[in-house]
């Protein structure tokens, strides 16, 4: 009787770590690809910004896409947490070598 309790709680489990990948690594994502897109968009700073956080939209809906495709939820978060960690040093890098902010 206890094993049919617990059984539910594991699909469940999944679900909410999926949903959580798309909602939280995927704003991580799109957050960290703004910041590097503004670096390299080679266009007037207030535009370059413009420019990248109107794509994050497209990005944000991948992301979640994504998540969801992923063949298990551990692959979803890799798939979220390690572009976000690779986004996020090399704006730090574009900062560190211009020594200032998009």
Do not use: D, H, N
């Amino acid at each position: 009787m206890k094993s049919a309790s617990i059984a539910p709680q594991r699909p469940r489990l999944a679900i909410f770590s999926r949903v959580s990948a798309a909602v939280f690594g995927g704003y991580l994502l799109t957050s960290a690809c703004i910041v590097f897109l503004s670096y390299i968009i080679p266009i007037r700073t207030a535009e370059a910004v413009l420019t990248a956080t109107l794509l994050s939209f497209a990005l944000y809906t991948g992301a979640v896409i994504w998540v969801f495709a992923a063949p298990t939820a551990g692959r979803a978060w890799a798939g979220m947490l390690l572009p976000t960690v690779a986004l996020g040093l090399a704006s730090l890098g574009f900062y560190l070598a211009t020594g200032s902010a998009a």
